[in-house]
């Protein structure tokens, strides 16, 4: 079993910048990659990023040019780094783990951010 703690989520201006962390703990070795979905209000849950152990990233087009995604493997931890945030980047964040970066297997209870001014 995998457990994903997420951190790192607030309140932040339109404009802002935000760093999103995660960690893995347990039995990884099913794990060969992470990544981050997010969930706003109303609407269904979507991927932002993911990268696997070897360092391959893939990012939706949402995060292209403003999210940026890495990690760690000897820390087991992932992070999100979140540039001019907006309105419409308020959600539930949610760490992910997988045996690739297409497929989710564990997930995190999510962390909130909330873009208002």
């Known amino acids: 079993?995998?457990?994903l703690v997420e951190s790192g989520g607030g309140l932040v201006q339109p404009g802002g910048s935000l760093?999103?962390?995660c960690a893995a703990s347990g039995v990884?070795?099913?794990v060969h990659?992470?990544?981050w979905y997010r969930q706003a209000p109303g609407k269904e849950r979507e991927s932002v990023?993911?990268?696997a152990r070897d360092g391959y990233t893939v990012d939706s087009d949402l995060a292209k040019g403003r999210f940026y995604i890495s990690g760690d493997n000897a820390r087991k931890e992932i992070y999100l780094q979140m540039h001019n945030l907006n309105?419409?980047?308020t959600a539930v964040y949610f760490c992910t783990a997988g045996p690739n970066v297409g497929a989710v297997r564990y997930w995190g209870q999510g962390t909130q951010v909330?873009?208002?001014s």
């Open 1 to 3: 079993q995998v457990h």
């Open 19 to 21: 760093k999103l962390s």
């Open 28 to 30: 990884t070795t099913d």
């Open 33 to 35: 990659a992470m990544g």
């Open 49 to 51: 990023a993911a990268i």
């Open 87 to 89: 309105f419409e980047d």
């Open 114 to 116: 909330t873009v208002s």
